[in-house]
């Protein structure tokens, strides 16, 4: 059993480049979501999905898109990346939300650094 | 909006002596609480959570957790740390209108000598 699957787990970009960080899960779970952590802030949520075709913003969407449309995929694509995006960035999935009990399983990570 | 503080950045602790993490929360109504670790390199996993009932929670790992509605806490503790607790602890609230939201806090590190 995978679980939550990030590709990749390094990138380096130049300033203006754009790139898609990938995020597959293979427990059938209806939310995804997309965190970033930088030292001192602890995670903050950048997009999440409720299921196909169904996204919604996070604290801190700026200059990311997210599109779903399978239940396994929720990629997370940078336009023109910036410095500002350089950080750790987590895909995380639920079978439920928090009322229900939704434990959050993450993924390994990717660690993005923008130039 | 709920927010999560952590107060301690960094903590270190002997093998065996029991360890306490503190987290506090703002939110207007009953929280719904949990704490994650994070291992080096790794994504977080799920220690415990709180949701209602005991205010007593046990968890993973030998963890346990007690919210305080009265201090708006819900420290986190454990009797006697081992080598591999060795990790960044995350304490985070969920709130009710967003149903899928989590905020975390900051983290603190915690650091096992032997």
């Known amino acids: 059993n995978a679980g939550v699957t990030q590709t990749p787990k390094f990138q380096v970009l130049k300033t203006g480049q754009s790139m898609t960080l990938q995020c597959a899960q293979d427990?059938?779970?209806?939310?995804m979501s997309w965190y970033r952590q930088d030292p001192g802030m602890g995670l903050r949520l950048i997009h999440y999905?409720?299921?196909?075709?169904?996204?919604d913003q996070g604290e801190v969407p700026n200059g990311y898109n997210v599109s779903r449309s399978t239940t396994e995929d929720f990629p997370l694509r940078l336009l023109s990346a910036a410095p500002s995006q350089t950080s750790v960035y987590f895909c995380?999935?639920?079978?439920?939300?928090?009322?229900?009990?939704?434990?959050?399983?993450f993924g390994s990570g990717t660690q993005l650094s923008v130039l | 909006a709920q927010s999560v503080t952590q107060p301690d950045i960094h903590i270190t602790v002997s093998e065996g002596a029991s360890l306490e993490l503190r987290c506090n929360y703002s939110?207007?109504?009953?929280?719904?609480l949990f704490w994650y670790v994070q291992s080096p390199g790794q994504g977080l996993q799920l220690l415990l959570k709180?949701?209602?009932?005991?205010?007593l929670v046990q968890g993973i790992k030998g963890f346990e957790a007690e919210f305080k509605r009265s201090q708006s806490s819900f420290n986190l503790r454990k009797p006697s740390v081992h080598w591999s607790d060795a990790a960044e602890y995350f304490c985070?609230?969920?709130?009710?209108?967003?149903?899928?939201?989590?905020?975390f806090g900051a983290g603190t590190t915690v650091t096992v000598r032997a």
């Open positions: 995380a999935s639920s079978y439920s939300g928090v009322r229900q009990g939704g434990k959050l399983f």
């Open positions: 427990m059938n779970h209806e939310y």
């Open positions: 999905s409720v299921g196909a075709g169904i996204t």
């Open positions: 939110y207007g109504a009953t929280p719904y």
């Open positions: 709180y949701f209602s009932g005991d205010t």
């Open positions: 985070a609230v969920g709130a009710i209108k967003s149903d899928y939201k989590l905020s």
